[in-house]
Nanobody, 123 residues
């Protein structure tokens, strides 16, 4: 059974930092992109960041470029999202995801989802 389990969310002041973790189990993700989506209240779930199996390639949505860093530790089957300079508009539930194909995925292309972790940024 494939599982993606996120952790590390919480409440932070604007300008602060958080690191999300996603522990993957149940299969080998060597051919998968892994990454993060987020869903703010009243909005659609959106792509945030992704990373290749080797970690050599990363992609980010424009609003987080330069502030967020996606990385992975394949020995631990874990993907991370380091979030710096957080803004109130970053408030959302953050979901870990895994998919095949292209770096930027639509929701329909995601094969596996985590349960989500809440990130709240106060102004």
């Amino acid at each position: 059974q494939v599982q993606l389990v996120e952790s590390g969310g919480g409440l932070v002041q604007a300008g602060g930092s958080l690191r999300l973790s996603c522990a993957a189990s149940g299969r080998t993700f060597s051919s998968y992109f892994m990454g993060w989506f987020r869903q703010a209240p009243g909005k659609e779930r959106e792509f945030v960041a992704s990373i290749t199996w080797t970690g050599a390639g990363t992609w980010y949505t424009g609003s987080v470029k330069g502030r967020f860093t996606c990385s992975r530790d394949n020995a631990k089957n874990t993907v991370y999202l380091r979030m710096n300079s957080l803004k109130p508009e970053d408030t959302a539930v953050y979901y870990c995801a895994a998919w095949r194909g292209t770096a930027y995925a639509t929701l329909q292309r995601v094969d596996y989802w985590g349960q989500g972790t809440q990130v709240t940024v106060n102004s």
